[in-house]
């Protein structure tokens, strides 16, 4: 007996859908552009940090406008109202802890995905330019946990702003223009509070995601560094594409970080200290825990004074941004292997021996100051 | 073992535990974080390390217990005993893997069966002997480490140090010694773990793929043939997990700090414009009502002393 001819099925409505938008957009050519773009040596966990980073700005563009819902952006309403968020909406406590913690892990996510590209020479030629628009990036991640600070108008929020604005005061010609521009007045108040809130609701996140898409563009356009060793023809059995491996390791890595934000959210929920007011009383004003150890830094004998002050919170910080900023220009050397690259294994060490040694004796001065 | 450079045991014991750790580690993350939307555990102020002990669970399962018999108490409540109970199939189940890999990508040799059960109580018995005299050891270290530190600091010399110069230096003192003896006692226990490695290698029998060939059997090795089942498993996993999570999320926080007790807030009754309309609507009649009661009673009255004036006033005219 001979098989029944088969006639193809119809398409469903999903499909046809899909093929309405197909022929209009390209969208079949823009998947295929996204997923099958091919990683030398496969998939690996190293590269998930960019992937887990733009996952936690929509998570935290999701929980900040549910945020704003409640929030009242002034001096006198926003720190009743955000503790209306945490005592008195549903889950509120837990949005604004979400939101609070996924700011924190966006820096350790922006160190870790600086460090990996560093340690796998993937800023060196052809990639320059991936490297100088991820910088302006970290600036603006930095910009969020500074701006995001002063918006629950508690006394931590007021002087951490009112110190940050005086060091950036210091800075030679425009500092004073920034100082006056982002206090709006004498001492911090509604014009700050107004300021802040619209850099970090509007002005951040638009320039995020203008400055995000180019850094993917240009990751695109260059492509993947891949692993720094193996032999060709390990590196040649390993290469795959980005779907699947890679995606399903970037999923389980956003999932991972999810669940570790969730997880401080529940250990230690956002409190609020005293409503802001310009006496600090017993207060001893102290930035984000990321900016802890530039604090430290300037307590120490060497940057005290005008000068010493401008040494330490600008000079520094600024001869160091630079000197990343012109990395991939000073070191032209292919060699991308870390271990063959003893000066850059050192320095990266000595960079994050500082950071944490400074960040612990600024928990550890707290004592003192107690 | 194979014509390759033959790795270290601390290579062995580092690609081994490294890999493992981060295999389990999203899936216990899942439970650690439903338990304590339960409120089954509580890891007070030591989060950090009670995260690495169950999350190393594969050389901590056993060490544990003696280590919070010695003092060590980074956590409390049920949910811990059983997140440590869940982490065993988890952890036997990321050895597995994890060493599968390693035999046929780095070793080039046929993982032996049951490599995954049999490394992992090894681990588990080695963490219990090692990590408690680790402990002990880094913590004697540490205190000490902090005592000469001061000490030197009592010393009339250094008085006039500032107090951030003092505490940088002594941290990187004390910090230095103990951040070196941690890390020279990890490097022999992760040794410890890939001799156990090694010995498992040694009864292997060599890989005969080309190398193309073993990238896509341990490639492979880590999907299931029904790839659709295990979608549909791990979707419906992650559906009971977030239900679970949300139906015991507290709606109001569960702050656990005592210092900072929530605003007494007196809530106002919510605002109806139609009921005040009417109430008040309804008000003004009766005050209307009231109001022309009193007119009409006082009217009465009026009227009642007007009527008893006239009276008085006929009964005093003169008799004719």
Known sequence: MQPAPTTSPEPTVLEKVIAFVDERVGLKTIQAKMLNEPVPGGSRWAYIFGSVLLFIFIMQAVTGILLMFYYVPTADHAYASTQYIIHDVDYGWFLLSYHFWGSSAMVVCVFAHMSQVFLWGAYKKPREMIWLVGLALFGIVMGFGFTGYLLPWDQRAYWATTVGVEIMDKTPLLGDFMARFLKGGPTPGQMTLSRFFVIHVMILPAALMGLAGLHLFLFRTAGPAGPFRGTPEELKAKTDYFFPRQVWKDIVGMVTVFLGICTLAFWEPVVLLEEATPDPGDYHPEPEWYFLFLFQLLRLKIFSGEFGQFLGAIALPGAFMALLAALPFIDRDPERNIFKRPVALIGWIVVMTTILIFTVSAIINREFLD | ?320
Not at chain 2, 121 to 136: D, E, F, I, N, R
Not at chain 2, 168 to 187: F, Q
Request: aromatic residues 8%.
């Open chain 2, 1 to 320: 073992m194979t014509d390759r450079a033959p790795l270290s045991p601390l290579k062995l014991g580092l690609n081994v535990l490294w890999s493992a750790f981060w295999t389990g580690f999203p899936i216990k993350l899942a439970f650690a974080l439903l338990f304590m939307a339960l409120g089954m555990i509580h890891f007070e102020a030591r989060l950090g390390l009670g995260f690495v002990m169950v999350l190393a669970s594969p050389i901590t399962v056993f060490a544990m217990p003696i280590l919070m018999m010695l003092g060590s108490h980074f956590g409390e409540g049920a949910g811990l005993g059983l997140l440590f109970l869940l982490c065993i199939p988890i952890d036997i189940w990321a050895m597995g893997v994890v060493a599968k890999t390693l035999f046929l990508e780095r070793l080039h040799l046929e993982p032996p069966d049951g490599i995954g059960f049999s490394l992992w109580w090894k681990s588990a018995v080695t963490g219990a002997l090692y990590l408690p005299v680790l402990w002990m050891i880094v913590s004697t270290v540490t205190e000490t480490a902090i005592a000469i530190s001061h000490s030197i600091f009592e010393l009339e010399i250094f008085h006039g140090l500032p107090v951030a110069e003092k505490i940088s230096i002594e941290l990187t003192l004390w910090g230095g010694v103990s951040a070196t003896v941690l890390i020279i006692l990890l490097v022999v226990g992760v040794s410890l773990i890939g001799r156990l490695v090694r010995s498992a290698a040694q009864n292997a029998a060599p890989a005969s793929d080309n190398y193309q060939r073993l990238v896509t059997r341990w490639d492979l090795m880590r999907v299931p043939a029904d790839q659709g089942l295990m979608l549909t498993a791990m979707t419906g996993a992650g559906v009971v997990l977030s239900v679970l999570f949300w139906a015991a999320l507290p709606a109001s926080t569960p702050h656990p700090h005592e210092c900072c007790k929530p605003l007494e807030v007196k809530r106002q009754p919510p605002f109806k414009p139609i009921d005040a309309l009417n109430r008040g609507e309804r008000t003004l009649a009766q005050l209307a009502a009231q109001v022309e009661a009193i007119e009409k009673q006082r009217a009465e009255e009026e009227a009642a002393k007007d009527k008893h004036k006239s009276g008085k006033g006929k009964s005093a005219e003169p008799k004719p």
